[in-house]
């Protein structure tokens, strides 16, 4: 059997998980087309802006479609913002002060975030340098919260409990929104008083809901990933309460200035159009996660989540065998993007990493991660975590590379 005969009869067997992602991304594209309709977007919310970027009523606008999108008082979306990591950054150094305590109830987050809460280094400007507490609870042993757990490390005061929605580098699941909410309502019954933030890199409009509809304070992502559809060049974002948003944007500029400053500099339309087209990219980037899934599965290869698993974010995991076999996976993907196809990966050295990392990325904008690409941790589990994929068809070539390459 050949690679095209393996992914027909896959999709013969997904056609009915294909519809149900379908009809969630039609349920989101009518939420963010009533959004745009409910705020009269014009052609010159588009302009770009200069310098201090007073008055942007472009820039200004975009924020107010992305609070009625994820039903929050308010949001702060800027080029300004470099990453995810950077806007859940600005969050927490603008929201915690010495002696405070930041709870993470989804064990140890991700790897760049370690670095700015202090985990396992003491460089100057992070979170327990300037004198904030962490803790954080273990996942239990299926992978999961630790309820009773979460109950126990909430019996003395927080001031900010930290849910990281997607799995970063682990094999975890991802957490759906009912989880999320299950997780809030402990929170509340404990510390009706704590700030409860979800990072949501990843998870944008791959359900109905998120997690800004359930009782949260304040969420943040980032812009090359769902929520740009792959058209915003580079910026991130920030949703939530509305005092909470303004702390959060003295950060991003300075105290007192906050929203009212940060000129677009780039034309806004990418942005507009990104978020407008981010529920049909997201289908794209799940039915591609779903076939990678299945196939590598009937090979026998251990995959998070499972094809048949619901899914909280767009990542696919795949645990290979060794070192070589990700460099291979890596390398085969690379090998058939749009840009840099003729580059060679190894592993290396990366900001904020702890371990020496490799990325394919042949993407239209650097390290987008809404785009097809893959990245890697060298260490065990040699698991790679593919995400994004602007059209199917294209994830669905590269696939069947991977089973030429990987599997026949």
Known sequence: MNSLSIIKNAEQVLAKEFEKMEQVAYHNQVKVLNAFQRNHVRDYHFAASSGYGYGDIGRDLLEDIYADIFACEDALVRGQI????????????SLLRPGEQILSIIGTPYDTLKKV?????????????????YREVPLDPSGQPDHQAIE??????????????????SLRPSLRCGDIEELVKIIRAKQPSSIIM???????????????????????????????????SGGGYVTGKKELVEYVSYQITAPGLGKEIGPSLVNNRFLYQGIFMAPHIVLQSLKSALLLSYIFEE????????????????????????????????????????????????????????????????????????ELSCDAPL?????????????????????????DNILL
């Open 117 to 133: 809460i202090g985990i396992e280094n003491s460089n100057y400007g992070t979170l327990t340098d300037r004198g904030v507490i």
């Open 82 to 93: 470099i990453s995810g990591t950077h806007a859940i950054a600005a969050c927490l150094l």
């Open 152 to 169: 126990k490390a909430l019996e003395s005061p927080v001031r900010l409990v930290l849910i990281q929605r997607s799995r970063g580098y």
């Open 299 to 370: 090979f026998g290869y251990p995959v998070y989540p499972r094809w048949n698993d619901k899914r909280g974010d767009i990542v696919q995991v795949v645990q290979l065998k060794d070192q070589q076999q990700i460099l291979k996976f890596c390398q085969t993907i690379q090998s058939n993007s749009p840009v840099d196809n003729d580059v060679t990966l190894e592993f290396g050295d990366l900001p904020g990493y702890t371990n020496k990392v490799i990325m394919a990325a042949g993407t239209f904008v650097q390290g987008s991660s809404i």
């Open 379 to 403: 260490r065990e589990p040699f698991a790679v975590y593919m995400q994004g994929g602007l059209t199917y068809e294209h994830a669905r070539f590269v696939i069947s590379r991977l089973i």
């Open 198 to 232: 979800v990072d949501n890199c990843y998870g944008e409009f791959v359900e109905e809901e998120e997690p800004s509809n359930l009782d949260i304070d304040i969420m943040a992502g980032s812009l090359i990933k769902n929520p740009g559809g792959g058209l915003a």
